[in-house]
């Protein structure tokens, strides 16, 4: 379907209801793509690896696709020009991957409402700078949360809520001046 787009830069198909079925595996071919939106529809399976391999991928968003699930792909460390990554609503599995450290360009983060995503939280983000909107919510992460925001300068949202963390909560949040909402 899109193999012959190599040059399509933005690309949304949204608010579709109807629209089942995998992810397209022929976006990979879009290696110039920025913004990809594919949300509110009922894509199915996993998402594929193929996001990855798109260094000019700056704005992913594919949320509130309740048939989709699987782990994130730890392929998303190669798409370094990222910024704004969303992943909420669907009924992704697992880890949440140790990848983030990578993407320095990220600063929107939103993996909420995924059910299904449990363990441990990355601590891989302590190095993602340039952070302004962390969304952990309604998940089953565990264990307690690491002291690691320190050099989250930015951080001005911070939703960890409905999940199964423990312990204390991090001396660092109070080096978030910028947080208005946690």
Do not use: C
Not at 49 to 75: C, H, R, W
Not at 127 to 142: H, K, Q
């Amino acid at each position: 379907m899109f193999e012959h787009l190599t040059y399509l830069t933005y690309l949304g198909i949204v608010s579709n209801p109807l629209l089942t079925g995998p992810t397209p595996q022929s976006l990979i071919n879009a290696t110039a793509m920025v913004s990809l939106y594919l949300y509110g529809n009922n894509h199915t399976g996993l998402i594929p690896e193929i996001f990855g391999g798109m260094q000019s991928l700056s704005d992913l968003e594919i949320y509130s696709n309740p048939l989709l699930t699987g782990p994130i792909p730890k392929s998303l460390i190669n798409a370094t020009a990222m910024r704004y990554l969303f992943l909420y609503g669907n009924n992704h599995t697992g880890l949440i991957p140790e990848i983030f450290g990578g993407m320095q360009s990220l600063s929107t983060l939103n993996v909420s409402s995924n059910p299904l995503l449990s363990g441990p939280f990355p601590t891989s983000l302590k190095t993602t700078i340039a952070l302004t909107t962390l969304d952990f919510s309604n998940a089953a992460m565990n264990g307690s949360i690491p002291d690691i925001f320190g050099n989250m300068s930015n951080l001005a949202t911070l939703s960890l809520s409905n999940n199964l963390f423990s312990g204390s909560l991090p001396a660092s949040w109070t080096q978030l001046t910028l947080l208005r909402s946690l």
